[in-house]
């Protein structure tokens, strides 16, 4: 006799332990539309091939397409103790059908059934977020197109580096997003391979026909490989480094947002919707969104290390340790389309102060760059021109007097090249010069909206 045998109480609790250990039921009942149409699929296939009598696999597909109500309704008995929604479906089954609810697993294996419904459900998923990435692009363009003459500041490392105009900032978000829809239209090819008839890991010694099942799953290609099949998540990962620089992107735009929407910069105003108010400070509009964006990019990032790590010590074929692979991805996707459609929102509804933009550029050292460039017009070797323009800047911030300001006695004592017409550099003629294929001359930037918009048509015409 064991300890437990003795003490029944112990027994219930430590079979609880485990089943609260071992069980997924809660984030993995996610899956049952997959896991459903994962099935009708096989018993269609299994009746077609004679491998289970046809009247059997339509009163199993019957039963399914049941259950499938039932849990949409919301009236369906979930039981953790079945420990998975595979085994709490074909449980359910076994309730509705009796015995024939048996002949479902023929020719398959839990393993090759969740690699599937994990498959389906990446598929779907990051086709939703490349739909929500293009929602964000279209925010960008409706914005872009309204700012291709207000001059902000660009910044180098947070100081003022040299005009450019907001259009052309906005469009390098959308280039970002278009890289990062790019990415999860790649995650969904990688999870558009069947891995059903891999079985367990060795294949199926059942006539199956796995082109059939594929084609009515929606599946570009069956599997190659039943052990691959089985025991790699890479499509998971795909999903996840999508979704984590996403997030990154997202959050560099929020940390603008942020910066921008201070009272110190005052370049733009985020609608009340995306801001809150303080309990105790009562002027204040805090921009909660962009930092929640910006706070929630760490969790996503968490999850692709987790999977990483989940899988890096695995060996060949399935293990438990898989059944990690779902939390996250699922809590990832959970992130990032709230995060792109907060995004999408925040853009559109976003005031922009152009006058303040362009002031803050005014009241600075910005047309140094510039400056220099005039110079290396009368024949001034660059960086020459660069030692007499910084000494022109150093004085001028040591009297406080504003670059704006300067005399053309100020000028002439930093070089005698200096003539009248450097008083024709402005941050117009400074956004205008840099008139090169992806510069932020407002002519160029117009040209690169309208292939952006359509690009993005193009983009959305494929969805
Ligand atoms: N719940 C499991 C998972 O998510 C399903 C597969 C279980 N397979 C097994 N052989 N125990 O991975």
Do not use: C
Request: aromatic share 8%.
């Amino acid at each position: 006799m064991t300890a437990q045998d003795k003490d029944p109480a112990a027994a219930a609790r430590g079979a609880k332990l485990a089943s609260d250990f071992t069980q997924s039921l809660h984030y993995d009942r996610r899956l049952y539309s997959e896991d459903i149409a994962g099935s009708i699929a096989h018993a269609r296939m299994l009746g077609k091939q004679g491998i289970i009598d046809s009247d059997e696999a339509a009163k199993i597909i019957e039963g399914l397409q049941q259950i499938e109500q039932e849990i949409s309704a919301g009236t369906f008995a979930w039981k953790p103790d079945l420990e998975d929604i595979h085994m709490n479906i074909e449980s359910r089954l076994h309730e509705i059908i009796g015995e024939t609810a048996g002949r479902l697993h023929t020719a398959r294996s839990r393993n090759d059934q969740v690699a599937t419904d994990t498959r389906l459900w990446v598929k779907k998923a990051a086709q939703d977020a490349a739909n929500a990435l293009r929602q964000v692009q279209e925010a960008l363009l409706q914005q872009a197109q309204r700012h291709t003459e207000s001059v902000l500041p660009g910044y180098t490392h947070l100081q003022r580096g040299q005009p450019v105009v907001f259009a052309h900032h906005l469009l390098a978000y959308f280039e970002m997003f278009d890289r990062d829809a790019g990415r999860f239209l790649a995650a969904k090819r990688a999870a558009d391979v069947m891995p059903l008839g891999s079985g367990a890991m060795a294949g199926s010694p059942y006539p199956l026909d796995r082109e059939s099942v594929a084609e009515e799953l929606g599946f570009a290609a069956i599997s190659a490989n039943s052990m691959d099949a089985v025991s790699d998540r890479d499509f998971i990962l795909y999903y996840l480094f999508a979704a984590s620089v996403t997030m990154a992107h997202l959050s560099r735009l929020a940390e603008e947002f942020i910066i921008w929407s201070s009272d110190e910069f005052g370049f733009i105003r985020l609608s009340d919707e995306y801001t809150s108010g303080s309990s105790i400070m009562p002027q204040k509009r805090n921009p909660d969104f962009a930092e929640l964006i910006r706070g929630k990019t760490g969790r996503v990032y968490g999850h692709l290390m987790a999977l990483l790590t989940t899988v890096k010590g695995l060996p060949l074929t399935y293990n438990r340790d898989l059944q990690e692979d779902k939390e996250g991805l699922f809590d990832a996707a959970d992130t990032v389309l709230p995060a792109l459609s907060a995004a999408a929102g925040m853009i559109s509804g976003m005031t922009i102060n152009a006058d303040r933009m362009r002031l803050a550029a005014d009241r600075s050292y910005i047309l140094a760059t510039d400056i220099a460039d005039y110079l290396v017009g009368k024949g001034v070797p660059f960086r020459q021109a660069y030692i007499a323009v910084s000494a022109l800047a150093k004085q001028s911030i040591a009297t406080g007097i504003g670059f704006g300001e300067l005399t053309m006695e100020h000028f002439r004592s930093a070089s005698s090249l200096f003539d009248d017409d450097v008083m024709q550099v402005t941050l117009d003629s400074a956004v205008a010069a840099r008139d090169v294929p992806g510069g932020t001359a407002p002519g160029r930037v117009k040209e690169a909206l309208q292939q952006a918009m359509k690009r993005l048509d193009a983009a959305n015409s494929e969805m």
